[in-house]
T-cell receptor, first 113, second 113 residues
Framework: DTEVTQTPKHLVMGMTNKKSLKCEQHMGHRAMYWYKQKAKKPPELMFVYSYEKLSINESVPSRFSPECPNSSLLNLHLHALQPEDSALYLC????????????FGPGTRLTVT | GENVEQHPSTLSVQEGDSAVIKCTYSDSASNYFPWYKQELGKGPQLIIDIRSNVGEKKDQRIAVTLNKTAKHFSLHITETQPEDSAVYFCAAAPYSSASKIIFGSGTRLSIRP
C-alpha cells in the first residue's frame, strides 16, 4: 500500500471559520509533510514532522497550525485565513526524513471566501 | 540555498516520439534528484529518481541522466503515449537538508495524437 489519503477533497471556508485538513498513511513512514501549491506553480514546503515531532516550519503564518497525533496521521488546523491562502494543500510522507522518496496524497482544494 | 531551473515550460510532441525535459541545479551538495508527474486534479506522483552516485537510471519508457560536473539532470520519455500528458516537476535535495526537496518550475507536456 503506497497510498497517502487526504480529506476533504474540497473545502470552502470563510475568513472567520476554523477548519482542519486531515492526512493519513499506513506505509509505516516516519516523516510527514505539508505543502501548499498555487495554480501553475510547484509545491512549496510548509511543515515537516519526523517521528511525530515538528522538525521544519518554513516560516508559515500562525493561522496554519499543524498537528501529528500519531505516526499515521497528520492534521493542518486552519483559522482566520485570507483569500490568498486559497490553494491546493498536499500531504506527503517518506520512510525517514533524510533523502527518502516522498509520496504525495491527492490534496485538498481550499477556497477561502 | 538550492535553486532548480527547468526547461522547457511547455512541450508538445507527437505520439510515439520522445520527450526530453532538462533541469539544472546550483548546490553542489545536492545528491538526490526525483522527478514527479502531476495530472490535473491530482497530487504529484514520483515516477523516477536518481542519486548522485549514479549517472543514469531507466525504468521502462522513462530514463533520467545526471551530470554532476555540469549540475544538469534530464528526464527522457520514449514512445510517448496520450497518458503521458501532464505537468512534470524535477527536484533536488541537498544532503544537509534532504527533506527539503527544491522543485523546478514544471513542464507541461502535451502529447498530440
Amino acid at each position: 500500500d503506497t497510498e497517502v489519503t487526504q480529506t476533504p477533497k474540497h473545502l470552502v471556508m470563510g475568513m472567520t471559520n476554523k477548519k482542519s485538513l486531515k492526512c493519513e498513511q499506513h506505509m509505516g513512514h516516519r516523516a510527514m509533510y505539508w505543502y501548499k501549491q498555487k495554480a501553475k506553480k510547484p509545491p512549496e514546503l510548509m511543515f515537516v514532522y519526523s517521528y511525530e515531532k515538528l522538525s521544519i516550519n518554513e516560516s508559515v503564518p500562525s493561522r496554519f497550525s499543524p498537528e501529528c497525533p500519531n505516526s499515521s496521521l497528520l492534521n493542518l488546523h486552519l483559522h482566520a485565513l485570507q483569500p490568498e491562502d486559497s490553494a491546493l494543500y498536499l500531504c506527503a510522507s517518506s520512510r525517514q526524513e533524510m533523502g527518502d522518496e516522498q509520496y504525495f496524497g491527492p490534496g485538498t482544494r481550499l477556497t477561502v471566501t | 540555498g538550492e535553486n532548480v531551473e527547468q526547461h522547457p515550460s511547455t512541450l508538445s510532441v507527437q505520439e510515439g516520439d520522445s520527450a526530453v525535459i532538462k533541469c539544472t541545479y546550483s548546490d553542489s551538495a545536492s545528491n538526490y534528484f526525483p522527478w514527479y508527474k502531476q495530472e490535473l486534479g491530482k497530487g504529484p506522483q514520483l515516477i523516477i529518481d536518481i542519486r548522485s552516485n549514479v549517472g543514469e537510471k531507466k525504468d521502462q519508457r522513462i530514463a533520467v541522466t545526471l551530470n554532476k560536473t555540469a549540475k544538469h539532470f534530464s528526464l527522457h520519455i520514449t514512445e510517448t503515449q496520450p497518458e503521458d500528458s501532464a505537468v512534470y516537476f524535477c527536484a533536488a535535495a541537498p544532503y544537509s537538508s534532504a527533506s527539503k526537496i527544491i522543485f523546478g518550475s514544471g513542464t507541461r507536456l502535451s502529447i498530440r495524437p
